[in-house]
Nanobody
């Protein structure tokens, strides 16, 4: 069992930065790939970024490449999403998720455990 709690969301102006954190509990964290997803109002949840269990392999959606960086600290049982150059279209609820197995995935259904979400609002 893995429990996930996000933090770090908020209101920021376009061009600004935020760092989201996801604190995990559960003995499988260090062997699980982790992902960040987002859901804007009226839209489906979509993949943003994922990281392998080791932290050495990452995957990004095209719309965040070069702006967002995913990382993890297995000693702290936490992983992060550094978001730079934010745009109004990045406004959404951001969710962290954990999947069984070490390899990252862009597929929502591959993820078993989900956090409650944190709101990110980017003003123009």
């Amino acid at each position: 069992q893995v429990q996930l709690v996000e933090s770090g969301g908020g209101l920021v102006q376009a061009g600004g930065s935020l760092r989201l954190s996801c604190a995990a509990s559960g003995r499988t964290f260090s062997t699980s790939a982790m992902g960040w997803f987002r859901q804007a109002p009226g839209k489906e949840r979509e993949f943003a970024a994922a990281v392998s269990w080791s932290g050495k392999t990452t995957s990004y959606a095209d719309f965040v490449k070069g702006r967002f960086t995913i990382s993890r600290d297995n000693a702290k049982i936490t992983f992060y999403l550094q978001m730079n150059s934010l745009k109004p279209e990045d406004t959404a609820v951001y969710y962290c998720a954990a999947k069984t197995g070490p390899n990252p995935s862009m597929t929502i259904s591959d993820y078993t455990y989900w956090g409650q979400g944190t709101q990110v609002t980017v003003s123009s």
